[in-house]
């Protein structure tokens, strides 16, 4: 079974601030992971995929499968970066490709 | 492109009431998803879709009910709805290029509904 944690459901930073939102996933294959942001009541969008190895708003995230984490970073964090941000899975073995959800982390950025 | 649109945007039903969710994109998608959003609970996948009429359980199924007839559209129903299905509902495609390669999922706005 595959599995999202993001032990954090609310953190707040300053702005300026570095800010590193957690995600520790287990899966015995080869997962691929995802960042989604969803800015207040608006649908999700995707922010970064670790296949990418892309840098998206400032935001980096890499996969790290010894521990397997795939912690979400940024240097300094802007006002607009508030919003919620999901970790999520997939892996080509399961059936339809789905992606499973952390829990959540409510990133507030305050002035 | 829309990319993937629901409808209603918002819905209050009383319990024991019946509704259809509806989902369309137009992107060519074969993978299409429900899913329902709850505080605190991260997003919990209802039923999926591989293709037209090729539909699936996922984690949360129970109380809904889906059917693709078409690639485009993946309607969700709610038989009797009761006060545990207040949650936000989202669509979601995904289109697969080739084995084991698959693009993002893209989500729609969401549906609010509340059972009173």
């Known amino acids: 079974a595959q599995r999202v944690t993001q032990p954090e459901k609310l953190l707040s930073v300053f702005k300026g601030a570095p800010v590193e939102l957690k995600c520790n996933y287990s899966y015995s294959g080869s997962p691929e992971l995802f960042w989604y942001v969803q800015y207040s009541r608006q649908r999700l969008q995707l922010l970064l995929r670790?296949?990418s190895r892309e840098s998206i708003k400032g935001f980096t995230a890499d996969l790290n499968k010894g521990e397997t984490s795939f912690h979400l970073k940024k240097p300094f964090a802007q006002e607009e970066d508030s919003a919620m941000y999901y970790c999520a899975l997939s892996a080509w073995e399961t059936s339809g490709s789905r992606l499973t959800f952390g829990e959540g982390t409510q990133l507030t950025v305050n002035p | 492109n829309a990319g993937v649109t629901q409808t209603p945007k918002f819905r209050i039903l009383k319990i024991g009431q019946s509704m259809t969710l509806q989902c369309t994109q137009d992107?060519?998608?074969?993978?299409m998803y429900w899913y329902r959003q709850d505080p605190g609970m991260g997003l919990k996948l209802i039923y999926y879709s591989v293709g037209a009429g090729i539909t699936d359980k996922g984690e949360v199924p129970n109380g809904y009910n889906v059917s693709r007839s078409t690639t485009e559209d993946f309607p969700l129903r709610l038989e009797l709805a009761a006060p545990s299905q207040t949650s936000v509902y989202f669509c979601a495609s995904r289109i697969k290029k080739r084995e084991g390669f698959y693009n993002e999922q893209f989500f729609g706005p969401g549906t609010r509904l509340t059972v009173l």
């Open positions: 992107m060519n998608h074969n993978y």
């Open positions: 670790h296949i």
